[in-house]
């Protein structure tokens, strides 16, 4: 006992991670330091948001006392779960899961504690105990422990043979390969339970019945609800697809973005499974989020702390100053200092002009930058300009202008752009090629 720390599945539970739990688990975790895994399959080579909840479920356990094992689907990704999917997923060769799994194991090392003693995390691949693994060897030593009648009862098959859809037998066998795994870390690692998300059940108690019939063993399965948004839409997923944890995929100000944007019932229940804010924390946010719901104060903290947990410190500073920037006062110094891409990012979708840097020098003033020189995209005239600015209307940079500057007054942004805002929300990217 002296090892745990917490009761982790009373911590789970007021966070909303419980979804389903087989009789004796919460006991097992309190009894002693337990050694748990949760798995991974690399069907892309980034986590996206989706995953995070089993990432946090994984650092909730090692918070508690307890051993996480982040296992790779090196061997199953090959194959595809069946559960709860339509059809049947495309099967990867071999070059492109080694791929993810060298970008999925990178990530994963981010967020877990891999040297502090006896609860230490461990990355494995499942391939590297499956790949000598023969087809008669598996069918007799899984096979035999499980009949098909309990392989037919699983939700993930029914609902396919009763959809009309069909199953394979090599999705139909999913199950065995992940029960394998469970029995495999049961006998090799002392793992005694399997988490995932509510849809992995059916293949969980799998590998606790492979435990129990092949090696008389108990093994226990813990599964977390499927994570949604309010308005019953997919978590995870915008316009522009998913929300990757890889910077390339999913910049950190999209990444930042997305949670910013999330309604005042989702940032409540969000904000207890993706921080590890205290139960008083929370209660304290929510309550001063509810007296001015406006100022957003539970999406901001929400934001804040998950995009510095999975990008830096540094990264989230930018997202922080680039969404400032469309709302902000006195922001040019924030403008100046966006790397290109997040700028692009910003201003993605305004109207977008160039002009050479030859032509830009050639230029009287500003009013004819704004009008005819960008092609009447700011403004159709100049004399429609020269009163706008007149009025205080305009900017370039996020600084108000009089309208007697000259175009090459300005500093470019990233040596190359100049930003023009006509009133309020009105926006134009003049990029100046040299």
């Known amino acids: 006992m002296s090892s745990i720390k917490k009761n982790l599945i009373e911590e789970l539970k007021w966070r909303g991670m419980i979804h389903d739990m087989m009789p004796g688990t919460e006991e097992q975790f309190n ?87 006896e609860n230490s995390a461990e990355l494995l691949n499942n391939y590297d105990w499956m790949k000598d693994f023969s087809f008669i060897d598996f069918v007799r030593d899984a096979g035999k422990h499980i009949t098909v009648n309990y392989m037919m009862s699983k939700d993930s098959v029914k609902r396919r043979l009763e959809a009309g859809t069909g199953l394979s037998f090599t999705e139909f066998t999913y199950q065995l390969l992940q029960g394998w795994d469970f029995y495999h870390l049961y006998t090799t690692k002392g793992c005694k339970v399997q988490m995932g998300g509510s849809d992995q059940w059916g293949n969980i108690v799998t590998g606790t019945e492979l435990i129990r019939r092949k090696a008389s063993g108990e093994a226990f399965a813990v599964t977390c609800p499927l994570i949604t948004k309010s308005d019953g839409t997919k978590f995870g997923k915008t316009e522009g697809g998913a929300v990757w944890l890889d910077p390339e995929k999913t910049s950190p100000y999209q990444f930042y973005q997305f949670w910013l944007n999330v309604s005042d019932e989702d940032a409540e229940k969000y904000i207890k499974i993706f921080t590890f804010k205290t139960k008083e924390e929370i209660e304290a946010l929510i309550a001063e989020h509810r007296e001015a719901p406006h100022q957003r104060a539970l999406q901001r903290a929400l934001a804040e702390d998950i995009t510095e947990r999975v990008h830096s410190k540094e990264d989230l500073e930018m997202a922080i100053k680039a969404s400032s920037i469309l709302f902000g006062k006195n922001v040019t110094d924030d403008l100046k200092s966006l790397d290109e891409r997040t700028l692009l990012q910003v201003f993605e979708g305004v109207p977008q002009v160039e002009i050479s840097k030859g032509d830009l020098v050639d230029l009287e003033d500003v009013n004819d930058l704004l009008s005819a020189a960008t092609g009447g995209i700011v403004f159709k005239s100049k004399g429609e300009a020269r009163r706008m600015i007149a009025g205080g209307g305009v900017s370039i940079n996020k600084a108000k202008i009089a309208g007697e500057e000259k175009p090459t007054d300005f500093e470019l942004l990233q040596g190359k752009y100049l930003l023009a805002q006509k009133g309020k929300k009105n926006y134009y990217l003049i990029k100046v090629n040299a």
């Open 31 to 117: 009894k002693e330091m337990t050694t748990t895994y949760v798995g991974f399959d690399p069907t892309a080579d980034s986590l996206h948001v989706g995953h995070l909840v089993s990432v946090m479920i994984l650092n909730h356990l090692q918070r508690a006392g307890h051993k996480p094992l982040a296992i790779i689907g090196g061997a199953t990704g090959m194959i595809g779960d069946p559960s709860f999917k339509s059809d049947e997923r495309v099967l990867l060769d071999e070059e492109s899961i080694a791929k993810n799994i060298a970008g999925v194991r990178k990530q994963l090392e981010k967020f877990m504690d891999f040297d502090c003693g």
